[in-house]
């Protein structure tokens, strides 16, 4: 009877076992996940508002340049090329400005970005040189507020 007892306890404790080490490997298993989807979103992340930075620093260059070229005759070619390269250039700042609505769920993050966008378009449109100096250190000031804004969401 003793050896039937002793058989029982230790297939019970072996089945416990098996049980808990089952409950661990899914408790491990679920936090693998959960940290590769966080890891594979703050990739995208940072990804997506550097390239956002990097187009709208490009279209500030452009709206600057389609600005210069507006004071050298606005009925040249130069400018119609300039005007064209801009329209080019807000159009992949504006897609990447939907990546970044598309990625963060930070009010304060889109809004930035938001403002950098807008405050680059402001460029092209200032009456004379200093006003367009103020309008592009402003869209640069907003650049740089939605990298700092950005920024701890990918570190």
Known sequence: ?????????????????????????????????VFAHS??????????????????????????????????????????????EAHRLRTVARQALYRVKLLTDDPEVTAAAEQAYRDTWDVSNARDQPGHDQRDDRARQAVEAFVSRAAPLVR
């Not at 076992?17 to 089952?22: F, H, R």
């Not at 508002?49 to 279209?59: N, T």
């Open 1 to 33: 009877m003793e050896a039937i007892w002793t058989s029982v306890v230790a297939v019970a404790g072996t089945l416990l076992g098996s049980v808990i080490t089952y409950a661990f490997q899914q408790r491990a298993n679920l936090r693998s996940e």
């Open 39 to 84: 890891e594979a979103l703050r990739q995208e992340r940072m990804a997506a508002y550097s390239a956002f930075a990097a187009a709208v620093e490009d279209y500030r260059h452009g709206q600057a340049t389609r600005w210069y070229r507006r004071l050298d005759g606005p009925g040249g070619a130069e400018f119609g090329a300039a005007r064209d």
